[in-house]
């Protein structure tokens, strides 16, 4: 009877204190922020009355001591961050369930760790004390150590070691890339280590590498070296081979991509045709030297033009532009090719304008005599162009076509000979389309015009010149004093002016 009453007893009171033990519910989620911002660690309990208290405790290592945080809503760490308490316990929820939040702001690397949420019970054993962890992570972005060189300076056919030290939570991937964007010395896009070797140094090899640690906490750090090798010259033709019309006026340009380092001296020759020599080619009339700086080209890259001016018949043939330095020596082989029209860049284009050159001499003749009328033209090739002579010998009368090109449209027959005739010349760079009057007289006297017809031209933009012949009578002088040296001549000028389109300037030709 006692030991039922006893046991009855007891299962009260056990019943008793096991309905009132406070727990800690649910597990307590990991909090994962970054450097700065604020962390929520939540503990949710029921049953809890007084005495029974819920504390907050960090472990600040692994095995150094608690550091007690909070007792219910009571914080103990008065620290105050960027004008904020450091910690806040905030209290949710009704008697039967409490959610204790512990607040942590202005995260710092230190705030990582575990965190303890226990309920103390003044009346048992501390082991007995109902606890769970929670885990704050604080993510740091990567760092990369800056003690390497920015800058690595090697022979060719050396081994080297790029080295990046990073740090950052979680530890970040290191991946190696170039800065060109082309494949690294042993393949592949991207090399992933710290540490990465590359042997046998090449040339090519030269330029920045990219070292980029990245823990998917933003952002990624990078860092820079410069990888510059010592090397012997490497001479590229742009374009090997060029082809240019000649005694056009049109000039051929070759075109050297030169790497080395230290720099090398670049020298230009042409081979000789008989000899089979190569002779070296000076900065003159006739060549143009250059050396010209281009952004896209690495520091050790330089961009060397030859331009052949105004191509002759003998310019055809093989030219090479070589680089030097004291590790070496290489070349690069041009070829210069006749072609019938212009070629390149700097050709005149289609709907170019020919051009009246200016010089066209005078003509002051004695009756009887003939005269010569020089129209000198360039770029007439490039162009469905006609030269046209044309007469005005009178003021008031119409104008008189004498010639279309070399055709002669006036079929007058003085002394046995044709009265005009047009005789074309070529000279270097133009065309010259020589009008012939013979078997002068007075009546021969007038303006004469050298006009370049265009057909999809207005008439008024089509080029001309006009000339003024004068006939001067003979004098039949009689006895010892005559004059001998020439005779009294009248001069007179005319001056014709036109323009081109919009865009042509105009040119003022004259002639006596
Ligand atoms: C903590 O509780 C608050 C309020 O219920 C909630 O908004 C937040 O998402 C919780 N945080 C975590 C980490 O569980
Ligand atoms: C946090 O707890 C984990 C196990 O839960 C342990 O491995 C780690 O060492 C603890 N960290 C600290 C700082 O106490
Ligand atoms: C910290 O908490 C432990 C256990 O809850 C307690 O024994 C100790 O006295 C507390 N220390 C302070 C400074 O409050
Ligand atoms: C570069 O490394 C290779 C392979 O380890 C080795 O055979 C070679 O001797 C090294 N060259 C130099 C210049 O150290
Ligand atoms: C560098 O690479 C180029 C092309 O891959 C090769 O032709 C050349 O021989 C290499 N130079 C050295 C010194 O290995
Ligand atoms: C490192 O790279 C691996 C493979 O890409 C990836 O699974 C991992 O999440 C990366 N680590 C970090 C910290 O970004
Ligand atoms: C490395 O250090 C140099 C000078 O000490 C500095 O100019 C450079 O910005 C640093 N680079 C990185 C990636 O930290
Ligand atoms: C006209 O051109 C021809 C051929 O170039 C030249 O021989 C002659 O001397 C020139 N005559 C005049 C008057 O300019
Ligand atoms: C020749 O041209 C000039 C100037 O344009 C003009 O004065 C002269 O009358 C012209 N002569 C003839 C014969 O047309
Ligand atoms: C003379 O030339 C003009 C312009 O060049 C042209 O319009 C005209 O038809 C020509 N006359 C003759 C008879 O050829
Ligand atoms: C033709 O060109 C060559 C070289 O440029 C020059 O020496 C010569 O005088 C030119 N001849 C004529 C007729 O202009």
Redesign the pocket.
Same mark, same amino acid.
């Given at each position: 009877m006692i030991n039922m009453l006893t046991a009855v007893f007891l299962s009260s009171i056990l019943c008793s204190v096991f309905a009132a033990r406070p727990e800690i519910v649910d597990d307590i /989620?990991p909090?994962v922020k970054r450097l700065g911002q604020t962390a !929520? /660690?939540?503990c949710s309990v029921i049953n809890l009355q007084s005495p029974a208290q819920l504390q907050w405790l960090k472990k600040t290592s692994p095995t150094g001591p608690q550091k007690n945080i909070s007792s219910d809503e009571t914080v103990f760490i008065d620290e105050v961050v960027e004008g904020k308490r450091k910690y806040d316990v905030v209290k !949710?929820g009704n008697t039967n369930r409490l959610?204790y939040?512990l607040i942590i702001r202005s995260l710092t690397e230190t705030d990582a760790g575990n965190y303890t949420c226990q309920i103390y019970l003044p009346n048992q054993n501390y082991k007995e004390w109902p606890q769970k962890l929670g885990v704050l992570t604080v993510q740091i972005p990567p760092t990369i150590k800056n003690d390497s060189l920015a800058s690595i300076t090697v022979n060719e056919g050396q081994n080297i070691t790029l080295l990046c030290e990073a740090q950052g939570n979680p530890a970040p991937n290191i991946t190696w890339k170039r800065a060109d964007g082309f494949p690294l010395p042993n393949g592949g896009f991207q090399q992933r280590g710290g540490i990465y070797k590359v042997y046998q140094i090449n040339a090519t090899d030269r330029g920045q590498f990219i070292c980029i640690a990245d823990n998917n906490v933003k952002p990624p750090a990078s860092y820079t070296v410069q990888l510059v090798v010592i090397f012997a010259p490497y001479c590229t033709a742009v374009q090997d081979t060029v082809g240019q019309a000649q005694n056009r006026r049109f000039h051929a340009k070759f075109e050297c991509l030169v790497a080395a380092n230290p720099r090398a001296e670049v020298i230009w020759y042409k081979e000789n045709k008989a000899t089979r020599e190569k002779e070296q080619i000076q900065d003159n009339d006739k060549y143009k030297l250059e050396q010209q700086d281009d952004q896209r080209l690495k520091a050790d890259e330089k961009w060397y033009t030859l331009e052949i001016k105004n191509v002759q018949g003998n310019d055809y043939g093989d030219y090479y532009c070589t680089g030097k330095n004291e590790h070496g020596e290489n070349q690069a082989q041009f070829q210069l090719f006749e072609t019938m029209d212009c070629q390149g860049q700097n050709c005149p284009s289609v709907g170019a304008i020919p051009e009246i050159e200016d010089d066209i001499l005078p003509e002051v003749k004695k009756q009887g005599q003939t005269a010569y009328l020089n129209c000198s033209i360039i770029h007439l090739l490039h162009f469905i162009a006609k030269v046209q002579w044309i007469k005005q010998t009178s003021p008031t009368g119409p104008p008189k076509n004498i010639s279309s090109d070399e055709t002669v449209l006036i079929d007058e027959v003085v002394g046995g000979q044709m009265k005009y005739d047009v005789v074309k010349y070529r000279s270097n760079d133009s065309d010259i389309y020589q009008l012939i009057i013979r078997s002068l007289m007075e009546t021969d006297a007038g303006n004469y015009t050298c006009q370049i017809y265009l057909p999809n031209w207005d008439y008024e933009d089509w080029p001309q010149t006009t000339c003024v012949l004068t006939v001067q009578k003979t004098m039949k002088c009689q006895g010892q004093n005559c004059p001998t040296g020439k005779a009294p001549a009248s001069y007179q000028v005319s001056i014709v002016t036109f323009m081109f389109g919009l865009t042509i300037s105009f040119s003022i030709r004259y002639c006596f």
């Amino acid at each position: 009877m006692i030991n039922m009453l006893t046991a009855v007893f007891l299962s009260s009171i056990l019943c008793s204190v096991f309905a009132a033990r406070p727990e800690i519910v649910d597990d307590i /989620l990991p909090e994962v922020k970054r450097l700065g911002q604020t962390a !929520y /660690l939540n503990c949710s309990v029921i049953n809890l009355q007084s005495p029974a208290q819920l504390q907050w405790l960090k472990k600040t290592s692994p095995t150094g001591p608690q550091k007690n945080i909070s007792s219910d809503e009571t914080v103990f760490i008065d620290e105050v961050v960027e004008g904020k308490r450091k910690y806040d316990v905030v209290k !949710y929820g009704n008697t039967n369930r409490l959610m204790y939040q512990l607040i942590i702001r202005s995260l710092t690397e230190t705030d990582a760790g575990n965190y303890t949420c226990q309920i103390y019970l003044p009346n048992q054993n501390y082991k007995e004390w109902p606890q769970k962890l929670g885990v704050l992570t604080v993510q740091i972005p990567p760092t990369i150590k800056n003690d390497s060189l920015a800058s690595i300076t090697v022979n060719e056919g050396q081994n080297i070691t790029l080295l990046c030290e990073a740090q950052g939570n979680p530890a970040p991937n290191i991946t190696w890339k170039r800065a060109d964007g082309f494949p690294l010395p042993n393949g592949g896009f991207q090399q992933r280590g710290g540490i990465y070797k590359v042997y046998q140094i090449n040339a090519t090899d030269r330029g920045q590498f990219i070292c980029i640690a990245d823990n998917n906490v933003k952002p990624p750090a990078s860092y820079t070296v410069q990888l510059v090798v010592i090397f012997a010259p490497y001479c590229t033709a742009v374009q090997d081979t060029v082809g240019q019309a000649q005694n056009r006026r049109f000039h051929a340009k070759f075109e050297c991509l030169v790497a080395a380092n230290p720099r090398a001296e670049v020298i230009w020759y042409k081979e000789n045709k008989a000899t089979r020599e190569k002779e070296q080619i000076q900065d003159n009339d006739k060549y143009k030297l250059e050396q010209q700086d281009d952004q896209r080209l690495k520091a050790d890259e330089k961009w060397y033009t030859l331009e052949i001016k105004n191509v002759q018949g003998n310019d055809y043939g093989d030219y090479y532009c070589t680089g030097k330095n004291e590790h070496g020596e290489n070349q690069a082989q041009f070829q210069l090719f006749e072609t019938m029209d212009c070629q390149g860049q700097n050709c005149p284009s289609v709907g170019a304008i020919p051009e009246i050159e200016d010089d066209i001499l005078p003509e002051v003749k004695k009756q009887g005599q003939t005269a010569y009328l020089n129209c000198s033209i360039i770029h007439l090739l490039h162009f469905i162009a006609k030269v046209q002579w044309i007469k005005q010998t009178s003021p008031t009368g119409p104008p008189k076509n004498i010639s279309s090109d070399e055709t002669v449209l006036i079929d007058e027959v003085v002394g046995g000979q044709m009265k005009y005739d047009v005789v074309k010349y070529r000279s270097n760079d133009s065309d010259i389309y020589q009008l012939i009057i013979r078997s002068l007289m007075e009546t021969d006297a007038g303006n004469y015009t050298c006009q370049i017809y265009l057909p999809n031209w207005d008439y008024e933009d089509w080029p001309q010149t006009t000339c003024v012949l004068t006939v001067q009578k003979t004098m039949k002088c009689q006895g010892q004093n005559c004059p001998t040296g020439k005779a009294p001549a009248s001069y007179q000028v005319s001056i014709v002016t036109f323009m081109f389109g919009l865009t042509i300037s105009f040119s003022i030709r004259y002639c006596f």
